[in-house]
């Protein structure tokens, strides 16, 4: 008879990748996705792209590695485990979008998820202003999903979004444009709920859920593409998984504890979303 032991040598896990920025307080980017991917069980490779020097409160130095660098950690992880599926975070020049997309291709990284990372929740800028067309013209069109905040759909889409009707329609719209599953996340839109909106191939899915009342929202973000990521590389469907990723951040938000004076996300509340059918 096998051991628990000897059973989960057995187990084959999936991999994700994140593609992101390190964020030296640990509550985004890098630090964020790794623990996420480990509460939905899925083991976590990354390729930095910026060391930044940042806290909660404020973001006070970006440094962008060499992208030869970036390209060669996607490399070295590809060649080495199976992955299942990748996302970025925090790219921040034109030259390292330009080697995610040309390694998503090379690399045949089979399901890619874009979090446009733009600006800080601080305000902080973590795109270049010239990124964001080799964003819209080399990433995306790449992407299965892409899961934008209010603010990053605003851009992408073109003009303003004040409602939940707007918000609808941006989603449409960016999915349509790049050919692409958007997830648009209305947690910037005033009122008690917050929702978010997936658009899929001409289908509709709007999520509500009562806003929560958290002293701290930083790495909220991450989390949610990052529980998403982890999801879908334990084989759930996308609408599944977003039902999932927004709970599991509805959950860190709530239990969010406090360090210091500050009140990080509960990265580890997520493990019993993980439907029984997908257990590896």
């Known amino acids: 008879m096998m051991s628990g032991n000897d059973a989960a040598r057995e187990r084959d896990l999936r991999v994700a990748l994140s593609i992101a920025g390190s964020d030296s307080g640990g509550g985004a980017g890098i630090q964020a996705d790794l623990k996420?991917?480990?509460?939905?069980?899925?083991?976590?490779a990354s390729a930095i792209t910026c060391i930044t020097a940042q806290n909660p409160d404020e973001v006070?130095?970006?440094?962008?590695?060499?992208?030869?660098?970036?390209?060669?950690?996607?490399?070295?992880?590809?060649?080495?485990f199976p992955i299942s599926v990748a996302?970025?975070?925090?790219?921040?020049?034109?030259?390292?979008?330009?080697?995610?997309?040309?390694?998503?291709?090379?690399?045949?990284?089979?399901?890619?998820?874009?979090?446009?990372?733009?600006?800080?929740?601080?305000?902080?800028?973590?795109?270049?202003a010239d990124a964001i067309d080799a964003m819209c013209t080399?990433?995306?069109?790449?992407?299965?999903?892409?899961?934008?905040?209010?603010?990053?759909?605003e851009i992408l889409c073109g003009h303003s979004i004040s409602s939940v009707d707007?918000?609808?329609?941006?989603?449409?719209e960016i999915g349509e444009h790049f050919d692409v599953a958007c997830v648009v996340k209305g947690g910037h839109l005033s009122g008690d709920e917050v929702v978010d909106v997936l658009y899929d191939e001409g289908e509709e899915l709007v999520l509500s859920a009562a806003r929560i009342n958290a002293p701290q929202t930083h790495g909220a973000g991450c989390a949610f593409s990052a529980a998403?990521?982890?999801?879908?590389?334990?084989?759930?469907?996308?609408s599944d998984a977003m039902g999932k990723?927004?709970?599991?951040?509805r959950r860190a938000l709530e239990r969010a504890p406090a360090v210091g004076r500050h009140h990080p996300l509960d990265f580890f509340?997520?493990?019993?979303?993980?439907?029984?059918?997908?257990?590896?």
Request: glycine share 6%; charged share 25%; hydrophobic share 45%.
């Open 138 to 153: 080399e990433l995306l069109p790449k992407a299965r999903v892409v899961t934008p905040n209010l603010h990053e759909a």
């Open 269 to 280: 509340c997520g493990a019993d979303l993980i439907d029984p059918e997908h257990q590896l």
């Open 87 to 128: 996302k970025t975070g925090m790219l921040y020049s034109a030259e390292i979008i330009r080697v995610v997309a040309h390694e998503d291709i090379d690399e045949g990284i089979p399901v890619l998820v874009v979090d446009p990372v733009m600006v800080a929740a601080s305000g902080a800028r973590l795109l270049q």
């Open 245 to 249: 990723a927004k709970e599991f951040v």
């Open 166 to 172: 707007e918000l609808r329609n941006a989603a449409r």
């Open 60 to 80: 006070r130095n970006i440094t962008p590695l060499d992208p030869d660098v970036v390209d060669q950690q996607i490399r070295a992880v590809c060649d080495s």
């Open 228 to 238: 998403l990521t982890a999801l879908l590389a334990r084989g759930e469907l996308l």
């Open 36 to 44: 996420t991917f480990s509460t939905f069980g899925v083991f976590g």
